[in-house]
């Protein structure tokens, strides 16, 4: 299986801060990536698909980068509904995984 | 609405089986896949395969082979998910998800765009 690799696991941040969430693939994974967003108690929400296509009904705020093994999720104004744990996820082979998650704290 | 609406949560013993329902409205169910990922208590994420609404044809991840099953009953736009054999480290929540296609010699997963609720499962002795 293709391992997902996200750094960092936590991030302290405060509102309106730029932050920059990486993923890396263990091997080449393309385009293919999508960026998730998970609140506790919540379903995870799709932000990114294709690495840096943004879903219907995101906010502009995020944005994604990269192909190959290298990958960013970046929110470019922190706002309060941003808190969460995000994860990377590969869909280029035929099994796809997650990264094991960044959660997003109040500094 | 696009909607997918589980079934609610249940309490196991250790080796029986569990099948949570996923009923999907407001789209062509067939269009689409329906993967099902679940998450453990503090954990991440885990994906567990995926079912073709279209033909019934199943992608499972190699940790669950053997021991779950995934199918669908286009008559009412429902999908199942059965895992076997249960273990206490299968306490999770299970999630179905609306899952896009993309050819790539033969039809294969993209990203997940619309999620249910979720299901509690808890095995317990």
């Known amino acids: 299986d293709i391992q997902m690799t996200q750094s960092p696991s936590t991030l302290s941040a405060s509102v309106g801060d730029r932050v920059t969430i990486t993923c890396r693939a263990s091997q080449n994974i393309n385009s293919w990536l999508a960026w998730y967003q998970h609140k506790p108690g919540k379903v995870p929400k799709l932000l990114i698909f294709k690495a840096s296509s943004l879903e219907n009904g995101v906010p502009s705020r995020f944005s994604g980068s990269g192909s190959g093994t290298e990958f960013t999720l970046t929110i470019s104004s922190l706002q309060p509904d941003d808190f969460a744990t995000y994860f990377c996820q590969q869909y280029d082979s035929h099994s796809p995984t997650f990264g094991q998650g960044t959660k997003v704290e109040i500094k | ?125």
């Open chain 2, 1 to 125: 609405q696009v909607q997918l609406v589980q079934s609610g949560g249940e309490v196991k013993k250790p080796g029986a089986s569990v099948k949570v329902s996923c009923k999907a409205s407001g789209y062509t169910f067939n269009s689409y896949g329906i993967s099902w990922v679940r998450q453990a208590p503090g954990q991440g994420l885990e994906w567990m395969g995926w079912v073709s609404a279209n033909n019934g044809h199943t992608n499972l991840a190699q940790n669950f082979q053997g021991r779950v099953a995934m199918t669908t009953d286009t008559s009412t736009n429902t999908v199942y998910m059965e895992l076997r054999g249960l273990r206490s480290d299968d306490t999770a929540v299970y999630y179905c998800a609306r899952l896009r296609l993309r050819w790539n010699y033969g039809w294969t997963a993209d990203s997940s765009d619309v999620w249910g609720q979720g299901a509690m499962v808890a095995v317990s002795s």
